[in-house]
């Protein structure tokens, strides 16, 4: 309805066992990435088909974190779209999921440095400010999507 080029979806709770074209839109592509080893999560990222998109994998790829990277290609202009769910249970530090954004934005620099880098998704309680300080990013949300707070301080972890 709304003809997006590109829509990042989190929380699929798709698993191996659902072929793609159940969740097939006509005239997108889907790029997906499930939850390994624990029910629900998982991430995907639907690409209007008259572009040219196929998944990057960062040099560092873990499958413990529900980051999928999309590099999308629109004329004369690349981007990377990452779709990221930090679930409210991770079972990471969160320090590590910082490393391997920092990681994946730093490989996209190198391997494309006039490429537009979007990270989009449900962040929960990753604090934000310190994804866009360590990625070089620009955080663009200036409301909450509910409750009142934009940036959430990280649970204490040990």
Avoid at 20 to 49: C, E, P, T
Avoid at 128 to 133: F, G, L, M
């Amino acid at each position: 309805m709304y003809n997006v080029d590109v829509a990042v979806i989190t929380e699929t709770h798709l698993e191996k066992k659902h072929a793609d074209h159940h969740g097939a839109v006509d005239g997108y592509a889907l790029f997906r990435r499930d939850r390994v080893g624990r029910r629900g999560g998982g991430v995907a990222v639907y690409v209007n088909s008259r572009l040219s998109a196929d998944v990057w994998l960062c040099p560092s790829d873990s499958a413990q974190f529900e980051l999928l990277w999309v590099r999308v290609q629109a004329q004369k202009h690349t981007a990377f779209v990452g779709a990221l769910y930090h679930p409210p249970k991770h079972q990471y530090l969160s320090a590590a999921l910082l490393d391997y954004i920092e990681a994946g934005t730093d490989a996209v620099t190198t391997a494309c440095p006039s490429a537009t880098i979007v990270l989009a998704g449900d962040f929960n309680s990753l604090d934000d400010i310190e994804v866009a300080t360590r990625g070089a990013l620009l955080s663009i949300v200036d409301r909450p999507t509910r409750t009142s707070t934009i940036r959430a301080t990280p649970p204490s972890e040990s």
